[in-house]
């Protein structure tokens, strides 16, 4: 059985999150995403979980960091400043291998910015915001559907391959109400697991590995004792400083995603099969290239809809398909310009790349972005 509800993106994500099996969310509120938490605070104690709010959004990264430690899966939502304020953690997540979410419903910046306007500038912080050579995932709705399966499939992969997710929304999709249709019982969703060891406590090493690069994360007062350091370390966790100590962490924490992006990277191909122009769009951007390609297409114009679900890692294999098969690519973002930059050093030249940068408070109108299309075919 199912129900039909009426629900904003971030009220979505909150659905998402009970049905994945969130069980603590760590926070501080902040527009555009509050509804996030203010729903994860009504919704959490009736299933067990529990809902603190810190007080910051450095605190609130610490908060689900030791949760997560613990065996739950964790949440915590936020915006730009947030965002900011969370990225020294973020990458303590990523060397210690943290699976957890964090959700981004970005607005315009950057400081304060704009609150309440819809902005996609936060692309690369996602990627970059926290310093080193860490790698972690990024996933970009567009629908509100798409925000409860998105939030699914996001701790899918966290939990799978021990790695921070970041679901990166927009204003425009965070605050956009939709009809969505939910099971009524989420028990029967399957729910991701983490590999748990093999071997008894005596044996087990926090960070040995097999075939998948990833390691065993058993929960904290489970019988087995590891060490958790934001520092380079050896499978025993404890730090490590040699070079080769060095290379083997960076190397294992890169290959255990690099060896799987026909597993991560998700893209959606509208209006594709005929298409000699292709517009590159995402998130709230999409929503308006839908409506430009149908309108484009009335007009006899040949163009389709190339959208990236997984923003990162990038979708290097797709876009490289996509520029072998079209005469022009125009990139449609609500910053200056950001995955524009990584479409063109894939395409490296073999067809032309435009950009249509939305960046003034609003997200563009159908009709505006036929209007660049058209000019980007000229």
């Known amino acids: 059985m199912s129900k039909i509800l009426l629900l904003q993106g971030n009220q979505a994500v909150v659905e998402g999150a009970i049905a994945a099996?969130?069980?603590?969310?760590?926070?501080?509120?902040?527009?555009?995403?509050?509804?996030?938490?203010?729903?994860?605070?009504?919704?959490l104690p009736l299933v067990g979980g529990k809902f603190i709010q810190m007080e910051d959004e450095?605190?609130?990264?610490?908060?689900?960091?030791?949760?997560?430690l613990t065996g739950?899966?964790?949440?915590?939502?936020?915006?730009?400043?947030?965002?900011?304020?969370?990225?020294?953690?973020?990458?303590y997540a990523c060397m210690a291998e943290i699976p957890l979410v964090i959700v981004n419903v970005q607005r315009v910046g950057p400081s304060t910015g704009q609150p309440t306007s819809p902005s996609q500038g936060d692309l690369m912080q996602a990627r970059w915001g926290t310093h080193g050579d860490h790698w972690l995932i990024a996933l970009t709705p567009a629908s509100v559907p798409e925000?409860?399966?998105?939030?699914?499939?996001?701790?899918?992969?966290?939990?799978?391959?021990?790695?921070?997710?970041?679901?990166?929304?927009d204003e425009v999709i965070g605050h956009m109400r939709e009809k969505i249709e939910l099971p009524d019982d989420y028990s029967e969703i399957p729910q991701a697991e983490r590999k748990q060891p093999e071997c008894s406590p005596e044996e087990f090493k926090a960070y040995a590995t097999d075939d998948s690069l990833v390691p065993a994360m058993p929960a904290f007062g489970s019988g087995?004792?590891?060490?958790?350091?934001?520092?380079?370390?050896?499978?025993?966790?404890?730090?490590k400083g040699t070079p080769a100590a060095t290379l083997a962490a960076t190397n294992r924490q890169h290959d255990k995603l690099y060896n799987n992006l026909d597993d991560i990277v998700q893209v959606e191909n509208y209006q594709m099969e005929d298409?000699?122009?292709?517009?590159?769009?995402?998130?709230?951007?999409?929503?308006?290239?839908?409506?430009?390609?149908?309108?484009?297409?009335?007009?006899?114009?040949?163009?389709?809809?190339?959208?990236?679900?997984?923003?990162?890692?990038?979708?290097?294999?797709?876009?490289?398909?996509?520029?072998?098969?079209?005469k022009g690519i125009l990139v449609h973002e609500l910053n200056y310009g950001q995955y524009?930059?990584?479409?063109?050093?894939?395409?490296?030249?073999?067809?032309?790349?435009?950009?249509?940068?939305?960046?003034?408070?609003?997200?563009?109108?159908?009709?505006?972005?036929l209007a660049?299309?058209?000019?980007a075919m000229a």
Not at 24 to 42: H, K, R
Not at 224 to 239: A, I, K, M, S
Not at 305 to 315: D, Q
Not at 341 to 368: F, H, I, M, S
């Open 72 to 91: 739950k899966k964790v949440m915590t939502a936020t915006s730009g400043p947030g965002f900011s304020l969370k990225q020294e953690l973020i990458g």
């Open 224 to 239: 087995y004792r590891w060490h958790v350091t934001g520092l380079v370390h050896d499978e025993t966790g404890f730090p």
């Open 21 to 43: 099996g969130v069980k603590f969310f760590g926070g501080y509120p902040i527009t555009p995403s509050t509804e996030v938490a203010e729903s994860l605070a009504e919704r």
């Open 340 to 369: 524009v930059l990584e479409v063109e050093r894939v395409v490296a030249g073999q067809v032309p790349v435009a950009l249509y940068a939305k960046y003034d408070n609003e997200p563009a109108t159908p009709a505006q972005l």
């Open 372 to 375: 660049e299309i058209k000019k």
């Open 147 to 169: 925000c409860f399966e998105l939030t699914l499939r996001a701790y899918a992969l966290s939990e799978k391959y021990r790695v921070p997710v970041v679901l990166l929304m």
């Open 275 to 326: 298409a000699e122009y292709a517009v590159i769009a995402f998130g709230g951007g999409a929503r308006t290239a839908y409506e430009a390609v149908d309108m484009a297409r009335r007009e006899g114009l040949k163009v389709g809809l190339m959208r990236p679900i997984t923003i990162w890692p990038l979708a290097d294999r797709q876009i490289k398909e996509l520029a072998s098969k079209v």
């Open 58 to 68: 450095i605190a609130s990264m610490g908060a689900i960091i030791g949760a997560a």
